[in-house]
């Protein structure tokens, strides 16, 4: 075991098997959470729009999912359980995973 962190995988499809509307849901709730980062929120002439590497949107197998690390739950406790919470609220599935590092 190497000690990463878990990861949480919200995958934006319903209980009836549908795409979870609206279809921009997930850079949506990401763009709430993107102040929510290491060294926190950036401000002045460097802020630019990004999301947090906490709470970010990915598309797996063609479905829209937002991957939340647990490292959110020690920077702020409340904003993992928002994340956490909206999943639960929207019966969305969570599943514990990895991403995998680009250029496989």
Do not use: Q
């Amino acid at each position: 075991m190497s000690g990463k962190p878990r990861e949480f995988f919200i995958h934006g499809i319903t209980a009836a098997g549908r795409p979870f509307r609206p279809s921009d849901w997930a850079e949506r709730l990401c763009g709430v959470m993107a102040c929510y980062r290491p060294g926190g929120p950036v401000t002045g002439r460097d802020a630019h729009l990004g999301y947090s590497p906490y709470v970010r949107p990915m598309v797996v197998g063609n479905v829209k999912c937002v991957v939340v690390d647990e490292r959110l739950k020690d920077l702020e406790p409340m904003a993992f359980n928002f994340v956490m919470n909206f999943a639960r609220d929207n019966e969305l599935p969570v599943t514990e995973g990895c991403t995998l590092p680009d250029g496989r």
